[in-house]
Each structure stands twice: as C-alpha cells, then as structure tokens.
C-alpha cells in the first residue's frame, strides 16, 4: 500500500488548505491525521472510523474536517481557521480492515504564518 499525500504549503493566519491523502489500494478501517511540528513529537490531529465516526484533537475542533471518500481511497482534511501553531508536517495513516496493520503516507508541509 502506497499512501500520497497533498494539498499543503504556506498560508496566512486564518487562511484555509485542504489536505488530501489517495491510497493505492486496499480496505481500510480508522482512516487518520497526525502531525508533527519542529522539536516536537508527532500527535494525533483526527481520525474517521469506516463507520464514518470521526475523532478530533481538542487543538483542531471546531476548525479541521476529516473526510474519506472510500471508491477513490482517499482521505481529507479540511482545515480552517488556521492558527501558526498549526504548522506543522502532516501525515496521514491508515490501518488496514480486519488486522492491525498501519500505514504512513510520506507527509506534506503546512506553514502557517502570524
């Protein structure tokens, strides 16, 4: 399973991107976001169940949206709102239906700016 990851870069304060994350194959279950910022350890961003049950960190509530779109393997994140603190190196992870076997995509750069 290849895992591609898009759609981040540099934004103002406020501003908005959307990430994508389009898997080569497979079923998955829990489809998710994690980041990792400069000096610091990679955390949990938001999660979305197969049954479309979906979990946030409390630092992205009320701003990010995850989404999957399951005939095209895909995975979201909309995210508004964004804070500087935000910034951050983004990698999805997917864990495959039925076992315990996980994923990373190879991450992509959001820079948000004060």
């Known amino acids: 399973v290849q895992l591609q990851a898009s759609g981040g870069g540099f934004v103002q304060a406020g501003g908005s991107l959307r990430l994508s994350c389009a898997a080569s194959r497979g079923v998955f279950s829990t489809m998710g976001w994690y980041r990792q910022a400069p000096g610091k350890e990679r955390e949990f961003v938001a999660s979305i169940a197969s049954s479309g049950r979906t979990y946030y960190a409390d630092s992205v509530k009320g701003r990010f949206t995850i989404s999957r779109d399951n005939a095209k393997i895909t995975l979201y994140l909309q995210m508004n709102n964004l804070k500087p603190e935000d910034t951050a190196i983004y990698y999805c992870?997917?864990?495959?239906?039925?076992?315990?076997?996980?994923?990373w995509g190879q991450g992509t750069l959001v820079t948000v700016s004060s």
């Open positions: 992870n997917v864990r495959v239906a039925m076992t315990t076997t996980n994923y």
